[in-house]
């Protein structure tokens, strides 16, 4: 079985590299944040007038 010589190597580690990270930013980028909604107080304050 031949042996594969090194810029065989490096260019495999880079196309595989390249992809990955591709891969991994894709992900990420092709989600839609989803707005978050903020809950409404269902009941309101009542100020207490405090008569000492």
Avoid at 30 to 51: A, F, G, Y
């Amino acid at each position: 079985m031949p042996q594969m010589a090194p810029l065989l190597w490096l260019n495999l580690f880079i196309m595989f590299s390249t992809t990955f990270l591709m891969f991994l930013a894709l992900n990420y980028f092709i989600k839609v944040p989803s707005k978050i909604e903020t809950p409404k107080p269902s009941h309101l304050k009542t100020e207490m007038n405090w008569k000492w």
